[in-house]
């Protein structure tokens, strides 16, 4: 039973250029969860999705950031026009539908550390 | 939502037993406690979870006093690959709850 899969595992991308993260959730899983961290810090939580629909996007930076669950295939954390301050690691995580949603345990990937030149 | 506080380093020796609190006074009744794992380079790691007195598995064990403003992880005899960041959680409990992390507690396990 594959856990998250994130890729790619590192990007780098230039000033302006555009970058796209993949997640694909464990199987069964279907809340998508996307969070960054910066160097030496901790997570912090960006975007929470189910097939289809956000829930929540508060922690989403207004512009040039976006993110999608489409009905088939992975989640796609979307950064337009990136700027050096959006190096960091992105880290996805799933848990599986009928959890008791105050217990949230949630299983992540990998991360995607994306470094902007 | 729930703050908590926990050491920012803490050193220990293989073998030893490790115990990391945390302290969470403004705990709501429905929230849980949960601890995540982090080595470096990889996704946080779920580890243990609670809500009130001791839970136990086969990573950790887990207490929580019964005012439950606090919770102590517990690592027995701790080996160098339990070298990472620990993560102490509690949960909003109010529908869906997104993860909150803070800094946590780098564990440095020396030979």
């Known amino acids: 039973n594959a856990g998250v899969m994130q890729n790619p595992r590192h990007l780098v991308r230039r000033r302006g250029q555009e970058a796209r993260l993949r997640c694909s959730p464990m199987?069964?899983?279907?809340?998508v969860y996307w969070y960054r961290q910066l160097p030496e810090e901790g997570l912090k939580f960006m975007v929470y999705l189910q097939k289809e629909n956000i829930i929540d996007e508060s922690g989403m930076p207004k512009e040039r950031f976006s993110a999608e669950f489409p009905k088939e295939g992975p989640s796609i954390l979307r950064i337009q026009q990136v700027v050096r301050g959006d190096s960091a690691a992105y880290f996805c995580?799933?848990?599986?539908?009928?959890?008791?949603?105050?217990?949230?345990?949630?299983?992540f990937g990998a991360g995607t550390r994306l470094s902007v030149l | 939502l729930a703050k908590t506080t926990q050491p920012i380093s803490m050193d220990s020796y293989e073998g030893q037993e490790v115990n990391i609190t945390c302290s969470h006074n403004?705990?709501?009744?429905?929230?849980?406690i949960t601890w995540y794992q982090q080595f470096p380079s990889q996704g946080p790691r779920f580890i243990i979870q609670?809500?009130?007195t001791k839970v136990t598995n086969e990573v950790a064990s887990l207490f929580i006093p019964a005012d439950r403003k606090s919770s102590t992880l517990s690592l027995p005899r701790v080996s160098l690959s339990d070298t990472a960041v620990y993560y102490c959680l509690v949960g909003d409990g109010v529908g869906y709850s997104t993860l909150t992390f803070g800094k946590g507690t780098m564990l440095l396990v020396s030979p």
């Open positions: 995580a799933s848990s599986p539908i009928g959890q008791d949603t105050a217990k949230n345990i949630q299983y």
């Open positions: 403004n705990i709501a009744t429905n929230d849980y």
């Open positions: 609670g809500y009130k």
């Open positions: 199987k069964g899983h279907s809340h």
